[in-house]
């Protein structure tokens, strides 16, 4: 079972590269934001995995903090670098 | 049987998803460093802290894990998105003012550019040789530090080593760590007053996801405090999450009580040195050494010493975050 956990945690640590071309791409500053939103969620799956995986249940603290604390990444990206605008490579 | 043929196979499986993880966190941090655009550089760099907390999952330091997942992952991308905007804000206002005066800009550029990037590789070349020379002398069996920490474990009064050692054995570390981020405050502060806030009211979603998510964080930061006695966990990660929780209310527009802005916030500021300093000098009044704790009361100062620490670094990172001294706001 300890290998199924690691095969899809390997497997959503692919998925989180795949997702970097958006990030790289754009265009928007939305896009690349919500990427990273995908990565975070990708994340705490990851971590969650790795703790059954290696039976550390102390690890799924860590992927309390990332679901935590991505909301605050994502308003501070709405409130501040979107609401100040014209942030969209498209405007460029 | 069945354990002796799955064996391999999961330390192939764990060796791959290690190698692919310290490429991707290599090639993060160069994208990162490398992006022309600042904004991408950020996104880049947030998820450089995602796959840097994993990394510190894989090394088997949940501790580190938790800190880097708080910090790195969360609060400087929150800080860095905000210090972005306000950049933005204030290249826009000056552009006008600049465009008469780019020729000459970009002549003394060039000028200054090969001088001052001569002089940043002289420095990063002593950083390189002083890391390579610290690396090359590292002690090899650290196993002896190891036994060492275990073997007086239980006259630190806690249960988690990493506590034990950061709180009690090596103390002067967290206590110059903290003095470390009030001096940062103190930098922030000194470049002068916050800009007017030019913020529109929250909307609905906004308004009830803060409302559900604050106290949540708060209690969060609370369970990070108390485990930290007996698992990873303790006042830097609880003082984060803490921070967090104010983060988010200044980013939904809510600002301290003008009264309490002044001598209170700083007493608040201060609390979890103050603490420190004082619990470490008042046993030297009792006949001890400076941050002697004895044994039998151990457990109940290192939880006090961390509850006031925490609440002073989460205060701290939240009012790194307003970019200036609050105060200035009455005299405009």
């Given at each position: 079972m300890e290998i199924f956990y690691l095969s899809i945690a390997f497997f959503l640590l692919l998925t989180l590269l795949a997702g970097l071309w958006r990030v790289l791409r754009g265009p928007t500053a939305a896009d690349r934001m919500l990427a990273a939103q995908l990565f975070g969620t990708t994340a705490?799956?990851?971590?969650?995995?790795?703790?059954?995986?290696?039976?550390?249940?102390?690890?799924?603290?860590?992927?309390?903090?990332?679901?935590?604390?991505?909301a605050v990444t994502a308003i501070a990206f709405v409130r501040r670098a979107w609401a100040s605008g014209e942030h969209s490579d498209a405007a460029k | 049987m069945e354990a002796m043929t799955s064996l391999p196979l999961m330390t192939l499986m764990q060796l791959l998803f290690d190698t692919l993880l310290g490429f991707a966190l290599l090639w993060l941090g160069w994208r990162a460093l490398a992006s022309p655009d600042l904004f991408q550089a950020i996104v880049l760099f947030i998820a450089f802290g995602l796959l840097m907390a994993i990394v510190w999952v894989r090394l088997d330091a949940p501790d580190v894990a938790l800190a880097e997942a708080a910090i790195g992952a969360g609060l400087t991308g929150a800080l860095l998105l905000t210090t972005l905007?306000?950049?933005?804000?204030?290249?826009?206002?000056?552009?006008?003012?600049?465009?008469?005066?780019?020729?000459?800009?970009?002549?003394?550029?060039?000028?200054?550019?090969?001088?001052?990037?001569?002089?940043l590789m002289v420095i990063l070349m002593l950083l390189v040789s002083g890391l390579v020379y610290a690396v090359l002398t590292l002690q090899e069996q650290t196993f002896e530090l190891q036994m060492l920490v275990s073997k007086n474990l239980e006259s630190s009064g806690v249960s988690n080593p990493?506590?034990?050692?950061?709180?009690?054995?090596?103390?002067?570390?967290?206590?110059?760590?903290?003095?470390?981020?009030?001096?940062?405050?103190?930098?922030?502060?000194?470049?002068?007053?916050?800009?007017?806030?030019?913020?529109?009211?929250?909307?609905?979603?906004?308004?009830?996801?803060?409302?559900?998510?604050?106290?949540?964080?708060?209690?969060?930061?609370?369970?990070?405090?108390?485990?930290?006695?007996?698992?990873?966990?303790?006042?830097?990660?609880?003082?984060?999450?803490?921070?967090?929780?104010?983060?988010?209310?200044?980013?939904?527009?809510?600002?301290?009580?003008?009264?309490?802005?002044?001598?209170?916030?700083?007493?608040?500021?201060?609390?979890?040195?103050?603490?420190?300093?004082?619990?470490?000098?008042?046993?030297?009044?009792?006949?001890?050494?400076?941050?002697?704790?004895?044994?039998?009361?151990?457990?109940?100062?290192?939880?006090?010493?961390?509850?006031?620490?925490?609440?002073?670094?989460?205060?701290?990172?939240?009012?790194?975050?307003?970019?200036?001294?609050?105060?200035?706001?009455?005299?405009?």
């Open positions: 705490v799956a990851c971590v969650l995995l790795l703790a059954q995986a290696f039976e550390r249940p102390v690890l799924r603290d860590v992927a309390l903090i990332f679901a935590l604390l991505a | 905007a306000r950049l933005e804000a204030k290249n826009r206002s000056k552009s006008a003012l600049e465009k008469k005066h780019k020729v000459w800009l970009m002549t003394e550029n060039v000028k200054l550019k090969t001088a001052s990037f001569l002089w990493v506590t034990a050692v950061l709180l009690n054995f090596r103390g002067y570390d967290t206590l110059l760590e903290m003095s470390v981020l009030l001096l940062a405050l103190l930098g922030v502060w000194s470049f002068g007053g916050i800009p007017k806030p030019h913020e529109s009211l929250p909307g609905p979603v906004l308004n009830m996801l803060s409302r559900l998510l604050i106290p949540l964080l708060i209690i969060v930061a609370g369970y990070f405090l108390w485990v930290g006695s007996d698992a990873p966990g303790g006042a830097f990660q609880g003082g984060s999450v803490l921070g967090a929780a104010g983060v988010l209310l200044l980013l939904v527009g809510w600002r301290l009580c003008i009264r309490f802005v002044g001598l209170p916030l700083r007493i608040i500021l201060v609390f979890g040195l103050g603490v420190f300093v004082s619990a470490a000098v008042v046993l030297i009044f009792l006949g001890r050494q400076f941050m002697e704790y004895p044994p039998s009361v151990a457990g109940a100062l290192i939880l006090l010493i961390e509850a006031a620490a925490t609440l002073s670094i989460g205060i701290t990172l939240a009012a790194l975050f307003l970019v200036g001294r609050p105060e200035f706001r009455r005299h405009k």
